[in-house]
């Protein structure tokens, strides 16, 4: 079997998906994601000027060795816009390996470790007794965890805080909007937040949070410790993570989980929080940390440890992402739990999937492959559109992190 094209393609419906397809000389093809919210154009220039003139008369089964040859022989390792690069080769290449086996992925990784895969939806609102509500919807829907953000009296765009109700999407215009951040205002407002939640909801369903690095180790730790008696699944990016030791300083302080890794590329940057045990959960991605071949690095390390997978489901992961992720999820022995931050109907229209929601779980279903294809002439009517996350800063105009 041979790789005879591969061809980026670009659709913008609602928000910019990146997708990478690859064609076969049998007449089977593979799609890959390789979305990178705000910098899409860097991914789609490193796939079409450097990696498909690579793959092209290639044997597709080779996953592991075309890995292996974009990761070590681009000298250059790492990095996200590398890495997605990688991850969207890698997924097209597990799809066109099931498709073949006439298998959906998950079989071929070792078949299903469960039934179903845990997820979190988030609820959010502009203010407590809104976010309340929409955690009452979300366990209606049948969520048995849900991320809760509110918007905090006198900070100007939270972080987390959806535009409509349901769906959440920061990526909002050509140029970074700016909100505003206070730590004091936030330390103040979180507990009450999730005192009230678990007074209204009680505790049987399972409350996280997103801190979005904003905090500096020693704030991330009061914050901790003062939500301890909320007993969240976890506590998410607490803070910046470029020195892993800073979570040393957290863990000293609170026994609140631990979860990191969104912007994570390789297993290199998961190490030291891992072997440290200075995390609970592992949120690396297939997109970003190269592909169903670079989780399997991250979870297998981790798994060694007691940390757990929660890999990243937010919007701008494409439906594509989010079938390889459930492939992966139903698999690795040490699952935690899955992101899933449903997509607008026009995504799902533009990338038909057999993965479902039930009573909490999601299920990649049986299709062969991923489960997941592009409609290229419905794709083609959404063109991109430049747009960037925001950015936040201090009320004296300091730049602070988003
Ligand atoms: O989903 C999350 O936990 C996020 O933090 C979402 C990120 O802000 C988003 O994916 C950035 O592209
Ligand atoms: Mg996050």
Redesign the pocket.
Known sequence: MKITSARVIVTSPGRNFVTLKIETDQGISGIGDATL??REMAVVSYLEDHLVPLLLGRDPHRIEDIWQLLYRGAYWRRGPVTMSAISAVDMALWDIKGKVAGLPVYQLLGGASRDGVLVYG?ANGPDIDETIDEVGRYIELGYRAI?VQSGIPGVKGA??VGRGQMYYE??DSALPTETRWDTAAYLNFAPKLFEKVRETHGFDIELLH?V?HRLTPIEAAKLGKSLEQFRLFWM??CTPVENPQAFRLVRKHTVTPLAVG?IFNSVHDCRELIENQLIDYI?ATVVHAGGITGLKQISSLAALYQVRTGC??????SPVCMAAALNFDLWVPNFGIQ?Y?RHTEETNEVFPHSYSFADGYLHPGDSPGLGVEIDEDLAAKYPYEPRQ?PVARLADGTMWNW
């Open positions: 919210n705000g988030h991320r972080y987390g920061p990526a997103d979005h998410e990016d969104e949120r990243h489901g937010a919007t701008d992961l992101e931050m996350l």
